[in-house]
Structures are given as C-alpha cells and as structure tokens.
DNA sequence: GCCAACGTTGGC
DNA sequence: GCCAACGTTGGC
C-alpha cells in the first residue's frame, strides 16, 4: 500500500514539537473523535509522514515533521481513571479509542505560520485552512507535504 | 475572551 | 432516528 501524508494537531503547551524532539517517540494517546481515531485505526501505516501542527499557539502553525513508527494500539488512558480522557464505555477486551506511535524526524528551519499557508493559491484544499475544520488529525495530500515541507526549509 | 462551527448526547 | 442543547475546538 502506498504512502500517506497527515497533518497532526498539537498544543504545544501540552507537547510540542520540542516535547518530541525530546523523547524522540510518543504514543499519539488521548485523541477522542471518532474520524481522527479511524485514521490511526484503519489508514496509517509505519512510514507514513506526519505535518506536526501546533495550534491555540501565537502563531499557530507547522512546526515539524514525524512519521508513524507503530501501527495503531488500543489507548492506554482509556482505562486511567485519574485521566481526564478515562472512557468509562471502555474495557480491555473492548477497547474504544486507539493511538499510533509517531518518531521526531525534524523540525522545520522555519516555523510556518498558518498566515503563510493561507496565503498560498497552490494550498486551497489543504483541510487544516477550511473554516471550522477542527479534526486534529487530517490526511494531506503528498502535493501539498511535499509543498509545506519546502516552505519549511 | 469571543464566538462560529462542529461533534456528541440524550430525551422523545 | 430526529434534533435541540450542550461542550469543545481553535483562530482571531
């Protein structure tokens, strides 16, 4: 199967790109939407390249690049009760919610504001630029990874 | 802090 | 299964 492109969502004064950096290899836990959750599930494969966006961010924008390291696994913090995303639906035998496990490659030379994006005719379809589009984890085209990643430097 | 847009919940 | 109410996201 061939290569898919995504861009993640992530608040950096939750975890950043540098947070990544960091520990090199995160499972993307505590996502709770079900088309988000369904991308990791059925559509990412190992390899897979990764936009990490930070958002609710001054500026928001693209900040690095990951891939997926693991296949999907059912969410540990499902099952945390002292956990905010605890899901009291879930069990170990019927888990809900499912993570991947993403690994730093690089951070962008130069962080991407959303500005920029929006500014480029070329980025029209990106998802992340449509009006209300709130899905932390979207597919991108390989066009416009491959577009962004430039941007970067 | 505002608020539009969206997803989810729950009563019926 | 509809849909109003509610909660959340995230740019501004």
């Known amino acids: 199967m061939s290569k898919h492109y995504w861009l993640m969502k992530t608040e ?7 947070d990544l950096q960091k520990q090199q290899k995160a499972w993307w836990d505590s996502i709770r939407n079900y088309q988000a959750r369904n991308f990791m599930m059925k559509d990412m494969q190992v390899g897979d390249e990764i936009l990490i966006y930070h958002s609710s961010a001054e500026p928001p924008g693209v900040a690095g690049l990951a891939k997926v390291s693991q296949l999907a696994k059912p969410d540990p913090v499902q099952f945390d009760k002292t956990s905010d995303y605890f899901d009291p639906k879930a069990s170990k035998e019927k888990p809900i919610w499912f993570c991947v496990q993403i690994e730093y490659v690089s951070k962008l030379k130069n962080f991407v504001p959303i500005e920029q994006l929006r500014a480029e005719p070329k980025l029209k ?29």
């Open 12 to 18: 950096p004064s939750v975890f950043s790109i540098d």
């Open 125 to 153: 379809d990106l998802l992340a630029l449509k009006r209300g589009q709130r899905l932390s984890i979207q597919p991108v085209s390989e066009k416009d990874f491959n577009f962004i990643k430039k941007l970067g430097g």
